[in-house]
């Protein structure tokens, strides 16, 4: 397996959820392990007060920094969409 | 207006019957990591069946123990649910199935990989994909076939005259949001409303695969309890992740189904163009368009549901309701009035309002607008994807699951995952494993777990009908949910009514 296919099944999902595997370099997991949890932390605040009718500052927003920005992630979103509707055929 | 709502009728008080129920179409992936090839989407459902089938099931029977059937069907996994007496009922027992579902991926993707190379299997409860397909999530309404004034067919016309304007505008608290306008998103790159809205052609058709329409005729023959009652079919909504929306929607319907049944209703605006109307409305998120009517006026559709609200509120003033009739009356009344004055306090209620509020979130987050937005960017696929993952029944990965975490204090260190903010999740999974008691599913279901529990020779693989050995009982009326031969073998274990008989000539 490519070493591109391996980090795509590493990668976190678009809003930075990651699956739950030992991360074969300790050091970028550790990292990516920290940015997930902020963004999370993040992003459980926006939505609390997303949904009491509330808008986050442009200061919060900031805070929410997800780690997609790397190209073989990006790829991996269109590679995600075409798989899923490579899979679907027309139902009723 | 045909009758006044002052005019107080005896009939009206008389309960009316209904039976709900939803046809759910799954979409389904399961790529092999090493071929990088899709697997034949009818193994994906049979591994998904065989898992259903050990924890819930039998594998003589298409149906499960509690009363709904699980099978293969265009390519995708369609959820029949029970049959259920109120929309409440039929809401949990749809919760059910997404939660039955979610308990069984894993095991169903092992199955998967040990063909070899491994894989992930999505299950994932939406109505589109990027390549102009659609599929289902389709509702089925017991209801009269005639009135005391009406017969039959005038009684159908004036069914869809009544319902199309209500159709066209339930989606501003059912629709379940989309990314994209057009059937392959070749319109324009935005959010709208509705999953389905570009799949619906017609105003009335017979075809579910073709010339999709805001009412359909298709089970319009069925013959339902000696021919009293129709099976109202409607193909044009979307599936729900959000079981208030799912009760919302059924509710609502069956609120209006009742008072045509009663001959209870009185003006209400009619489209000029349904269709179009239905597009519209898809694509105006502010839920300010307004859409022209046939007198020569325009209303929006939060404007258009209020005539229908005000109409059940007087009805439901005169005439006994159920508790959750008054509930959903004050549910749907309070949900106009969020959608004119802050749809924001819906959001985590209704579908389309919850995903676009995590997208714009998203996009905030990066100093983007929708309109920045390139076809082919890495930012378009990663929207694209979200809009798949909202629906997306793992809780790994799906962003309504992802939603409930978040906005509930239970935290990494909660011991159940959270099925909905709507529900009691006990009693959502009580329902995975009991059938609804007052209707036809509760002697499926209960002999289906006879079937597991002591192995009386049981196989359900119609609607109708349940065989015992060789002996089948009809179950003509959904709404019969007793019968004393099927009690007995219950009662007394495995025997059936022709080992009874045996029995009885030896003795």
């Known amino acids: ?92 | 207006m045909l009758q006044s709502s002052a005019t107080v009728r005896p009939w009206a008080s008389k309960v009316r019957h209904r039976v709900f129920s939803l046809e759910t179409e799954y979409a389904i992936c399961f790529v092999e990591s090493e071929s990088r090839s899709p697997v034949d989407p009818s193994l994906v459902v049979d591994a998904l069946r065989r898992s259903l089938v050990k924890r819930y099931g039998t594998d003589e029977s298409a149906f499960l123990v509690n009363g709904s059937k699980f099978h293969y069907d265009l390519g995708h996994a369609e959820w029949s649910l029970p049959e259920c007496r109120t929309a409440r009922e039929a809401a949990i027992y749809d919760k059910a199935a997404d939660a039955a579902l979610r308990g069984v991926l894993r095991g169903a993707e092992k199955q998967l990989s040990s063909r070899g190379g491994g894989g992930r299997l999505r299950v994932v409860k939406n109505n589109v994909d990027a390549n102009g397909r659609t599929w289902g999530c389709h509702e089925n309404y017991l209801c009269q076939r005639e009135t005391d004034w009406l017969q039959r067919g005038d009684h159908l016309r004036l069914l869809i005259r009544y319902l199309v304007p209500f159709l066209v505008t339930r989606q501003v608290y059912a629709g379940a949001g989309r990314v994209g306008w057009g059937q392959n998103l070749e319109e324009r790159f935005a959010f709208q409303i509705m999953q389905r809205a570009d799949f619906i052609e017609k105003v009335v058709s017979d075809d579910t695969q073709h010339d999709r329409a805001i009412v359909n005729l298709g089970r319009e023959r069925d013959t339902l309890a000696a021919d009293e009652f129709r099976r109202l079919h409607l193909i044009l909504a979307d599936a729900n992740m959000s079981g208030w929306a799912t009760w919302l929607k059924l509710g609502t319907t069956g609120l209006l189904l009742r008072m045509l049944e009663d001959l209870h209703f009185g003006e209400i605006p009619h489209l000029g163009d349904p269709v179009d109307a239905l597009h519209r409305i898809s694509r105006d998120p502010t839920c300010s368009v307004e859409v022209p009517l046939t007198d020569g006026s325009t209303a929006t559709a939060v404007q258009i549901q209020r005539r229908y609200h005000q109409q059940a509120r007087s009805y439901l003033e005169r005439f006994p309701a159920s508790s959750e009739e008054r509930e959903i009356l004050r549910a749907w009344g309070e949900a106009l009035d969020q959608l004119e004055q802050d749809p924001r306090g819906l959001v985590g209620k209704v579908d389309w309002l919850t995903k676009k509020a995590l997208l714009d979130g998203w996009l905030g987050q990066r100093g983007l607008n929708w309109s920045d937005i390139d076809r082919g960017s890495p930012v378009y696929y990663d929207l694209l994807k979200m809009d798949i993952d909202y629906h997306n029944l793992a809780s790994t990965e799906g962003l309504f699951y992802e939603f409930l975490k978040l906005v509930s204090d239970h935290g990494g260190g909660a011991e159940e995952e959270p099925l909905d903010s709507f529900f009691d999740p006990q009693v959502v999974r009580q329902a995975i494993q009991t059938p609804p008691p007052y209707t036809r599913a509760k002697i499926r279901g209960d002999l289906l777990r006879s079937a597991r529990r002591h192995g009386t020779p049981v196989a359900v693989d119609h609607w109708e009908q349940v065989v015992l050995g060789d002996y089948g009982i009809l179950l003509e009326d959904p709404l019969r949910f007793f019968d004393a031969e099927v009690f007995s073998i219950l009662r007394d274990g495995k025997r059936t009514p022709r080992d009874a008989t045996d029995h009885d000539e030896d003795a």
């Open chain 1, 1 to 92: 397996m490519s070493d591109q296919r391996r980090i795509r099944k590493e990668k976190p999902s678009s809003l930075g959820r990651r699956e739950e595997q030992a991360p074969t370099n300790l050091a970028r997991g550790a990292e990516e392990a920290e940015a997930v949890d902020r963004h999370l932390k993040a992003m459980a605040d926006l939505v609390r007060r997303m949904s009491l009718g509330q808008t986050p500052s442009s200061d919060e927003a900031r805070i929410i920094e997800l780690s997609d920005n790397r190209p073989e992630l990006r790829q991996t979103s269109e590679e995600y969409v075409t798989e899923f509707s490579d899979s679907q055929t027309m139902g009723q």
